[in-house]
């Protein structure tokens, strides 16, 4: 791919990004809370999350390190900080989960495949072949310095509230309201975490496809966040009103 066919694929992968934000403003994704027939076959809702997530620890380091410009110090600490990320989130979180007897759509976990997909070969032929070599200074340029620290405040974010609500959830099969830590200010601390966590990724490594990368983050977890705020509130008569969707004060 050259630097031309990147950007093409970009600005397209912005517009099927857009599309799914409305898409997702209208139709409530059919997993977890939302689980419901009518979606086609279905997996197990542990297995689903599994087989969707697996992709992307293998396809970013792959095209990464098969790429034109030489594996550094630079690119293993780019690589470390998505498996930290998808590590977790292929193999850890849906143990963590807890056995349910709840379905996913295949649609749903073939959709976000073809997600992992596309992203993980758009981030690693970008920062493996298309950008220009990283020197050993950029670890001192303060975009990867700013970068990292966005990172891990927005992975601890999110790895915090997953926590809560996991154990909310070992109580029983049902839902509770979370309190306590950033559930004071804001329903899906979780989400924000996610997106602030790939801001921070995007401003590390200052790449256009890791740019794009949190906006469709934020494209996938912004109406997900107005849904559970809006299903909370319907949910339970006494769920504190001055509590906002994602941004605590503001949204
Ligand atoms: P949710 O907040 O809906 O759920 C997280 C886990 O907690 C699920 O196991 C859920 O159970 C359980 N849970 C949630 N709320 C409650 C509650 N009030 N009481 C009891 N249990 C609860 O998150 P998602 O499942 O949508 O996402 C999981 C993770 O994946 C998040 O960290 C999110 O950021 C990330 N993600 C990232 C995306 C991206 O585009 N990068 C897209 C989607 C998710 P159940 O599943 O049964 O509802």
């Given at each position: ?8 694929a ?8 857009l599309i799914?934000f409305f898409?997702?403003l209208k139709v409530r994704a059919?997993y977890?809370?939302y ?7 279905t997996v197990g ?5 599994m087989?969707?997530?697996?992709p992307?620890?293998f ?7 098969g790429?034109a410009?030489e ?8 690589i ?5 990320h998808?590590?977790?989130?292929a193999f850890?979180?849906?143990?963590r989960m ?8 295949l649609?749903?976990v073939l ?12 981030n690693?032929?970008?920062?493996g072949s298309?950008?220009a070599s990283?020197p ?11 970068g ?8 601890t974010?999110n790895?915090y509230s ?5 154990q ?5 099969d049902g839902?509770g309201?979370p309190e ?5 200010l804001?329903?899906?601390?979780n ?17 256009p ?8 983050t934020a494209?996938?977890?912004v109406?997900r ?21 994602l941004?605590?004060f503001?949204?």
């Amino acid at each position: 791919m050259s630097q031309s066919e990147l950007y093409i694929a970009l600005a397209v992968w912005v517009g099927v990004g857009l599309i799914t934000f409305f898409v997702l403003l209208k139709v409530r994704a059919p997993y977890g809370r939302y689980a419901r027939q009518g979606w086609g076959p279905t997996v197990g809702h542990r297995q689903g999350w599994m087989l969707m997530e697996v992709p992307a620890v293998f396809v970013f380091p792959a095209v990464l390190l098969g790429g034109a410009n030489e594996a550094s110090l630079v690119s293993a600490l780019f690589i470390l900080a998505w498996e930290v990320h998808y590590v977790h989130r292929a193999f850890v979180f849906p143990l963590r989960m807890g056995p349910s007897r709840k379905q996913m759509p295949l649609l749903i976990v073939l959709s976000a495949v073809v997600f992992n997909v596309v992203n993980g070969y758009l981030n690693g032929v970008y920062l493996g072949s298309l950008s220009a070599s990283y020197p050993m200074s950029w670890l001192q340029d303060p975009r990867f310095i700013a970068g990292a620290i966005v990172f891990v405040a927005g992975l601890t974010l999110n790895l915090y509230s997953d926590t809560v609500l996991l154990q909310l959830r070992k109580n029983g099969d049902g839902y509770g309201v979370p309190e306590g830590g950033p559930f004071r200010l804001i329903s899906c601390p979780n989400y924000l975490g996610e997106i602030v966590e790939w801001v921070g990724f995007a401003i590390m490594t200052w790449s256009p496809a890791a740019a794009v990368f949190a906006f469709w983050t934020a494209a996938n977890l912004v109406p997900r966040a107005v849904a559970n705020h809006e299903w909370y509130r319907e949910t339970f008569e006494q769920y504190p009103k001055s509590r906002k969707a994602l941004v605590p004060f503001l949204f």
